[in-house]
């Protein structure tokens, strides 16, 4: 919980202390006369959407909640639109209600600090539930809180249904190994809570991720049947909780503009040659493979030319870290533990979906329900399921053979059994070790990546003969990461 209470106030010191706004001020330029903003105010224009629409709908929610009345609908909105029928307004959202306890020019810097507090602690719970040591707990934290799933999206609604998916994904896992009413109850108000967050297919794809965990790590002796009862009445008391504001856009999205779009969209055009692996891709989307490998595999972020797919904000949503990356690759290639394989498998799969690769795609394009969705929604969880799996492979790499339940203190829960998780030979570890950095520097060798990689390679050398130094490095080099890229994601506003 200090954990949690104090990495928002550190991330977020420059706009706490700063005098600055998190809000991209520099947008309204354009249509407010006199107002002249300067370079470092025009670098973050892509997130328009906050001052021209999450701000706006917020007044008008705030103005009804004043006036003791539910903003069932505001003809100041579009010409008059309905604030509860929209979910990105987040009206019923439990972390936009706690932001609305201050002021409106730091609505989204409050509900930013909320959304990294809910994250890291679900995420240091979810790791030390499955028995990970309290280091590799915390690089899982920091990897889902600080990486692209979170911080790419952090103005937007998107990141608050993300927040809250580690805590429906530990609820899946207990509620499928030991089904009570007490947790069952519990995973119903969770999953409530997700679904008011503020983006339902963000809240759909945490949905998918949970049911993997669930169904993947449940034991052989609660049954298949009970496991699924006690998980579908979770989830259908948690859409009953959301139903009063959940079947309004349910009932309002076959007339969207957006459905109508995405239901008229045909399959691109592309090449497909057997020998020639980018070409399993659809070529718009296959520049996707390279955004869990390197924080500069566009590019430096929102710092010039943009080489990615689509933009900024869904390109870096699937980065979440070296050190994650790194931790992933070693749990995937030297480690043999069932209870690795749900988040490294969905993470996989998210992955190849959003990529466009050709066997997803056609099935996509098949069914014209699959049509509706924004699959790169998946990428800010696939980030999840790669931090969890990297927690597996950071322990391996600090305790070695020493790798096993127990590991780093006294559990709070209990951890599931390890099962068959040991790891392999030294070698095979260093050579997982090595892949990875040499995939992430094909795409990217500036020196801040190398400076990351030459800490991370101190991790496996230094457990050695002093775990201590090597959990040192490890964290060291996560912070250089991700804390000076994840702030480049967030604009810096002018109040005048």
Known sequence: MALGLTLPVIFLAPWLFGGGLLAPTGTLDRVLPGLHAGAAHMTHLLMSDTTYQFLPWELEVRHALKHLRLPLWSDRLDGGSSPWVNPQAAVLSPIAM??????????????????????????????????????????AAASFTLGGGLMSWALFPHSAA????????LGAIVVCRRPTPRAVATT?????????????????????????????????????????????????????????????????VPGSQRSRDMLAAALPGYDFHALRPASWFLPANVAYLRAPVSPRAYGLPYGGRFDGPFDWVDALSGYAGLAAFAGAMVAGLALRDRRVWPFLGFAAAALLLVAGFLPFARVIFAVPALRVPAWPRLLPVSCLGIAIAAAFGCDLMLYGMLYGRGTGGRQRF????????????????????????????????????????????????AARWRPSVAALALVGALALDLIPWSQRLLPHGEWR
Do not use: M
């Not at 070698?427 to 400076?451: G, H, K, T, Y």
């Open 188 to 252: 119903a108000l969770i999953a409530a809570a997700l679904l008011l967050a503020g983006h339902p297919e963000t809240a759909l794809a945490g949905g998918l991720f949970a049911a993997a965990c669930g169904l993947g790590l449940r034991r052989r002796k609660t049954g298949l049947r009970r496991s699924l009862a006690a998980a579908g009445l979770a989830a259908l008391v948690g859409f009953g909780l959301a139903a009063p504001q959940l079947v309004p856009f349910l009932r309002a």
């Open 98 to 139: 706690l932001a609305r306890l201050g002021q409106i020019q730091h609505f989204l810097l409050l509900c930013l600090a909320l959304k990294i507090l809910v994250a890291c602690e679900g995420t240091w719970l979810l790791a030390r539930r499955l028995g990970r040591s309290r280091v590799a707990a915390l690089v």
């Open 414 to 461: 209990r951890p599931i059994p390890n099962g068959a998780g040991r790891g392999r030979r030294p070698w095979q570890v260093v050579a997982a070790f090595a892949a990875a950095a040499a995939i992430s520097l094909a795409v990217d060798r500036s020196p801040e990546v190398l400076l990351v990689w030459a800490l991370l390679a101190c991790v496996p050398l």
């Open 162 to 169: 993300v927040a809250w998916v580690p805590w429906l994904a």
